[in-house]
C-alpha cells in the first residue's frame, strides 16, 4: 500500500495522559500535514511541514500540542495532558506540489482519538 | 461567518438523478480549489480540482466562478455508491493549509 498511513487507527485514554500519533506519508511527498476533525465539521487544519521544516502552525494548536518531523519523512503529533475537548479524528496528509502549483494533499486513514 | 460555506442537506435523491452542490467562499485571495468526498468514518479523497474554465471527470462536472466567490459540483445519473458527504475545500494563496466546508451529505436511494 503505498498511500499516506497512520498509527494507531484508534486511540482511547484518560483525561490527562500524554498521546503520540504516527504519520507516515506518501514517499515521495515532501509536505505533510495534519488536521483535526470532529463530528459534522470539516477538517480543520493544525499544522505542516516541508521536508523537516515546519512552516505553518494553527492557533489550535495549543502549547500542550506538539508535531516534529525530523527526517523529513514521518511525522508524529503529540497531545500533552489530554483533556476531553482533544476526542476528535486526526487525519494527516501529504502532497507533492505539482504543475501550476496546485496543493493536492492526500489522507491517511486518521487516528480517532477518545479522551474519557 | 466560515471561510468556506456549504448547504449541509441531505440531499435525497432517486438512483439516475442529477444533482448540484453550491459551495461559497469569503476570502478572494483562494487560490486553488477542490471537491474531496468523504465516507462515514472514513477519511477525505479528493474527488476533484477545480479549473478555472471548468472541469468533468466522467459523471462529475466542477464549475469555478471567481467574481461570485462560488464553486459548485455536478453529478450526473447518480449512483448508490455515490452516497457520501462531499466537501468544498479551498487554498489560499502563500500558504499551504486547505480550509474545509462543513460538507455536503447525498443519500442516493433506490
Known amino acids: 500500500d503505498t498511500g499516506v498511513s497512520q498509527d494507531p487507527r484508534h486511540k482511547i485514554t484518560k483525561r490527562g495522559q500524554n498521546v503520540t500519533f504516527r504519520c507516515d506519508p506518501i514517499?515521495?511527498?515532501?509536505?505533510l500535514y495534519w488536521y483535526r476533525q470532529t463530528l459534522g465539521q470539516g477538517p480543520e487544519f493544525l499544522t505542516y511541514?516541508?521536508?523537516?521544516?515546519?512552516?505553518?502552525k494553527s492557533r489550535l494548536l495549543s502549547d500542550r500540542f506538539s508535531a516534529e518531523r525530523p527526517k523529513g519523512s514521518f511525522s508524529t503529533l503529540e497531545i500533552q495532558r489530554t483533556e476531553q475537548g482533544d476526542s476528535a479524528m486526526y487525519l494527516c496528509?501529504?502532497?507533492?506540489?505539482?504543475?501550476?502549483?496546485?496543493?493536492?494533499?492526500?489522507f491517511g486513514p486518521g487516528t480517532r482519538l477518545t479522551v474519557l | 461567518r466560515k471561510e468556506v460555506e456549504q448547504d449541509p442537506g441531505p440531499f435525497n435523491v432517486p438512483e439516475g438523478a442529477t444533482v448540484a452542490f453550491n459551495c461559497t467562499y469569503s476570502?478572494?485571495?483562494?487560490?486553488?480549489f477542490f471537491w474531496y468526498r468523504q465516507d462515514c468514518r472514513k477519511e477525505p479523497k479528493l474527488l476533484m480540482s477545480?479549473?478555472?474554465s471548468g472541469n468533468e471527470d466522467g459523471r462529475f462536472t466542477a464549475q469555478l466562478n471567481r467574481a461570485s466567490q462560488y464553486i459548485s459540483l455536478l453529478i450526473r445519473d447518480s449512483k448508490l455508491s455515490d452516497s457520501a458527504t462531499y466537501l468544498c475545500?479551498?487554498?489560499?494563496?502563500?500558504?499551504?493549509?486547505?480550509?474545509f466546508g462543513t460538507g455536503t451529505r447525498l443519500q442516493v436511494f433506490p
Open positions: 496528509a501529504s502532497s507533492f506540489e505539482g504543475l501550476a502549483g496546485i496543493n493536492e494533499q492526500f
Open positions: 514517499s515521495e511527498h515532501n509536505r
Open positions: 511541514f516541508q521536508n523537516e521544516a515546519q512552516l505553518e
Open positions: 476570502n478572494s485571495a483562494s487560490q486553488s
Open positions: 477545480v479549473y478555472s
Open positions: 475545500v479551498v487554498n489560499r494563496h502563500n500558504t499551504d493549509k486547505l480550509i
